[in-house]
Each structure stands twice: as structure tokens, then as C-alpha cells.
């Protein structure tokens, strides 16, 4: 259905994709998968016509439909959600408009003209019968209500959307249109687990062919059947689920370095041979005949490792015991999205908020911290509170990371400024990178740096883990984990703060919507 032959793609000096080549059969369901920074949404972009490759091919299947969800797609303002997903049945509407036109045509028609008209409308009725064309506003309504947007209302305008809840409904429409490849970048990022569960489930009965990149490894291991793995630019193919491939890779990895470690010592023995025998008359052709062998040898090559983040972030001074303070909180906008609330977190409290998508957790963050005002009732931050923030969502600017780093410290040198970098994982082509070129992990790990270069009592996380590799999701947890300050966290896995908290709140059980 797809196929890549010889795909190399870079900027500027830095090499993305070197030589890859990747074929895509019918029914299969594929995880793209690597660390961050490795080339998976470039190489979406690539076989999608979004980015020219620099050099290679790609060739498509002849009929094949192709649906794409990536990380930057935008939405048209002034249509309601149900409009949107309306959308994804555009060709089946044409044809009923065809066939109404038939009709009219039918009054004015010889008895030839109507026999076939005739004809051509019962194919057409038998398209659209088939297509489950009657019952589209049933499914609208199942596939809706599965991924979340039955909470936020299907006659909402999508200019009225936050970021996540239109990439939801990008998703939404696209599980509709049922194309015969579904390429999906990140769609758990925005999925709470409720959702997360639903669209397992789908992806588990999809009988079309699908490529996924993400590094939610539980819903990995759950949906796919072969993995493409990324690294240094070359794409590698494995037959079987996530854990499959883990268990391949890692034999894999310590085959080269026993092959590795074996030719280093033959390299040895041989040079050493060599150097002893070359000078005497009455060994120097067996010197010359080991010289030959040095010379043909395929020297075995070992990937070198990629820097590892490694995140911290600073304690400040003491605060006072209670951190913040509310009195009848409500949350919301233009309506009230919860009852009216009353708590108090302590310092040293460690809490997670979850509850799904469209309740409010990120307006509760927001609320809590006086960034917007309260729909009602009062908040109260203690004054000793010092806050490290990082935000769901971030527009990329066309600052290099270092200038980024650099225009919120100034009084850094240029040394100390990489080194803070480096440390959360970003290699010097990075560093040296436009913003918006970085992957979305690469740009998560900048924002992270900044917020470790600060003091802090209160660290406030919104979904903090999205577009991040597995190493780095390990290295933030162990951060948190570490922080002697107070934490709030907004996060959809459960995996990553369930040992790591003090309390759980869930925000179903305060809001004044039907969950």
C-alpha cells in the first residue's frame, strides 16, 4: 500500500532520515517508534507530501485513501464540531445530491432516458445503503461520544476550542472518513483514559492499515502488530506487538557488541602481529598478508549512545504550611463548569488532578495559581509561594533554543546556557535549532530546562509528559519524585504519577456536567 525506498531528509547539517526504507502492507497496524528528535513526524511529513524528501521515493498503492493526524492541524473557524465531523461523509452527501438531481430529471425523460436513469439511481441508492449513509448521524454521535466531545457539546463553534479539543475533533472526523491508511502522530496526547480505552478498542478492530507514532508504550503494546524503530536515520522493521520489539532490539544490541568486542581483540592481535613481524626478512609476507586482512576488515561500528536527560528542579526557601487557599470555587468562563469547591493544598502535598477532557483541569491550574480569575468564589496564594509552570500548550518561535534560554537569563554565559540544555538531553543541533524545527519532545525538554533554572516551592505540571520518549518520562519522574516542594500535576497516565503522589483529585466529582 506504501512503499519508501532510500528516503534521506536533513536540515541544514544535521541528518534526519539517512537511506530509510519502509513498506506498508494492507491490514497492517504499525508503531513508528524512537526517541525523541529522531525523524518520526518529519518522516509522516515526508511520505504525507508535506516535506520534499532530499533524496529516495515514495509510491503509493493505486485507490488508497489516506488519513493523516499530526501534531499541527488546524481547523476552519466558524463551523460547529457536529458540522466538522459532518464533513468526513462530504463524497456519500454528493452522491445523494446526484441522485436527487436524477429524479428531477425523471419528469421530463423518454421511457429510454428513464430505464436508465433508473439504473443509475438504484446503483447509487445501493452505494449509499451500503455505506451506512442513513445512520451517519448515529455514528457522529458514537464516535463523538467515545473520544469526549459529547461533554463539550457537538453544537459548540470550533473557533471556541482549546487546542487539545480540536485535535480531538480532527481525530473524531478522521475515524469517520475510514480511510484505508490512518496515520495518527501523538492522538493519545489530548485522550484521557476513559477515551484512551475507546480508541483502543477501535484501532484493535480497524480492518484497514494504519501507522502510529507514539510513546504511550501501554497503548503501543495494545494496537500494533509490527514496529518500525528510528534511530541514527535508519529505519528498522519487527514483526509482533511493542514488547516483541524490546526484547529483538535489546538481543540485537548485545549480538553487535559481542561481534563488537570480538573483532576489537582480532584488530589487536592483528596489529600487534604486524608491528612485531613486518621488519624481519623472514616473516614480513605473513606481516603483509595480515596487513591485507586489516585492510578488507568491516569494521563493526557502535551507535553512539544519545544523551540521556537528566531533570531537576531547584527548591527555593520554605513556604508557609498552607500553599493556597479556596473558598466557594467556581470554575469557568462564560458558564460554570463546577459546583462550588473548598480546599486547601499543603506544603509538601504532592497531588494529581485527572477526570476527562472538557471539565476543566487546565482552567483549575490557571484559577489556582490567579493566572485567570475564578467564575466565582475567592483563591489565596500564600506569599512565600515561588511557581515553576509548565503549560499544555506553547506556541514554538523562531528563537534558537540557546536565544530562548537566554532571554530569561540573561546573566548566563553561553557555556553555562548549553550545559543546561545538554542536560535535559538536547545535543549542540539542537541547541543551534529554530524552535519551531525542534520535534515536540525536543521542544518539551527546552521548556523543562527553563523551568529548571529556576527556584521554586511550588511546581505546576500540565500534562507534562506528552511528546515525551521513554528515557525522558523516566528522568522527569524521578525530578518530581525528588522535588521537596509542593507538586499539582495534570497528567492522562496513570502510570506515570501513581506512585508518585500524595492524593488524587478527580474533577468528575466536582463538575456540574453529566460525565
Known amino acids: 500500500m506504501l512503499n ?5 531528509h536533513g536540515y541544514g547539517a544535521r541528518c534526519i532520515l539517512d537511506d530509510a526504507s519502509f513498506r506498508l502492507r494492507k491490514g497492517e497496524h504499525v508503531g513508528l517508534v524512537g526517541e525523541n528528535g529522531e525523524g518520526k513526524s518529519t518522516f509522516l511529513n515526508i511520505i504525507t507530501g508535506v516535506l520534499p524528501p532530499d533524496e529516495g521515493t ?16 488546524s481547523l476552519t473557524a466558524g463551523k460547529t464540531i457536529r458540522d466538522v465531523l459532518r464533513d468526513a461523509f462530504a463524497p456519500m452527501f454528493q452522491l445523494e445530491q446526484e441522485m436527487l438531481a436524477m429524479y428531477e430529471k425523471m419528469g421530463d425523460a423518454s421511457e429510454d432516458e428513464m430505464n436508465e436513469l433508473l439504473e443509475e439511481v438504484g446503483d447509487l441508492q445501493n452505494i449509499l445503503d451500503h455505506s451506512g449513509f442513513y445512520s451517519i448521524d448515529s455514528r457522529v454521535e458514537e464516535y463523538a461520544g467515545g473520544l469526549g466531545l459529547g461533554e463539550i457539546g457537538l453544537d459548540r463553534d470550533v473557533a471556541e476550542l482549546s487546542g487539545g479539543q480540536r485535535t480531538k475533533v480532527l481525530l473524531t472526523k478522521l475515524l469517520l472518513e475510514n480511510p484505508t491508511i490512518l496515520i495518527l502522530d501523538e492522538p493519545t496526547n ?6 484512551i480505552v475507546w480508541l483502543t478498542n477501535f484501532l484493535q478492530n480497524y480492518e484497514n492499515a494504519f501507522l502510529l507514532v507514539s510513546h504511550d508504550e501501554a497503548f503501543l503494546n495494545n494496537v500494533i502488530n509490527v514496529v518500525y524503530h528510528v534511530e541514527n536515520g535508519v529505519l528498522t522493521r519487527y514483526k509482533g506487538d511493542y514488547n516483541n520489539f524490546l526484547a529483538m532490539y535489546d538481543l540485537k544490541k548485545r549480538q ?7 573483532q576489537q581483540k582480532e584488530i589487536a592481535q592483528l596489529e600487534d602481529f604486524v608491528a612485531r613481524n613486518k621488519a624481519r626478512a623472514a616473516t614480513a609476507n605473513m606481516a603483509r598478508s595480515r596487513q591485507k586482512k586489516l585492510n578488507k576488515m568491516e569494521v563493526i561500528e557502535l551507535a553512539k549512545e544519545k544523551p540521556k536527560p537528566t531533570f531537576g528542579f531547584t527548591y527555593s526557601r520554605t513556604p508557609g504550611k ?11 468562563y462564560d458558564e460554570a463548569l463546577t459546583q462550588p469547591l473548598s480546599f486547601v493544598v499543603e506544603r509538601g502535598q504532592k497531588i494529581a488532578i485527572k477526570g476527562v477532557n472538557g471539565l476543566g ?14 467564575f466565582a468564589g475567592e483563591v489565596t496564594v500564600d506569599d512565600t509561594v515561588e511557581t515553576g509552570y ?3 500548550e506553547h506556541a514554538a518561535s523562531k528563537n534558537t533554543a540557546l536565544e530562548e534560554v537566554w532571554q530569561e537569563f540573561p546573566s548566563m554565559t553561553n557555556a553555562a546556557v548549553r550545559g543546561a540544555l545538554a542536560r535535559c538531553g538536547l545535543t549542540t543541533q539542537h541547541i543551534e535549532s529554530q524552535v519551531r524545527v525542534l520535534s515536540g519532545g525536543e521542544h518539551a525538554k ?9 527556584g521554586m516551592n511550588l511546581l505546576v505540571l500540565d500534562e507534562p509528559t506528552n511528546h515525551l520518549d521513554v528515557y525522558a518520562k523516566e528522568s522527569l519522574k524521578q525530578a518530581v519524585a525528588e522535588f521537596k516542594g509542593t507538586v499539582i500535576l495534570v497528567s492522562h497516565e496513570p502510570e506515570f504519577y501513581s506512585d508518585l503522589v500524595t492524593d488524587v483529585w478527580n474533577l468528575e466529582d466536582w463538575t456540574t456536567k453529566i460525565v
Not at 498552607?322 to 469557568?332: N, Q
Open 390 to 392: 509548565f503549560e499544555q
Open 4 to 8: 519508501v525506498q532510500n528516503v534521506t
Open 446 to 454: 527546552l521548556r523543562l530546562c527553563k523551568l529548571m533554572l529556576r
Open 190 to 195: 489530548y485522550l484521557d483514559e476513559n477515551h
Open 58 to 73: 515514495i509510491t503509493w498503492g493505486k485507490h488508497v485513501t489516506v488519513g493523516y493526524l499530526d501534531q499541527r492541524t
Open 322 to 332: 498552607f500553599i493556597i487557599e479556596a473558598k466557594d470555587l467556581v470554575l469557568g
Open 361 to 374: 483541569k487546565s482552567t483549575l491550574l490557571k484559577t489556582m495559581l490567579g493566572i485567570i480569575p475564578p
Open 256 to 262: 553487535v557488541e559481542q561481534a563488537y568486542e570480538k
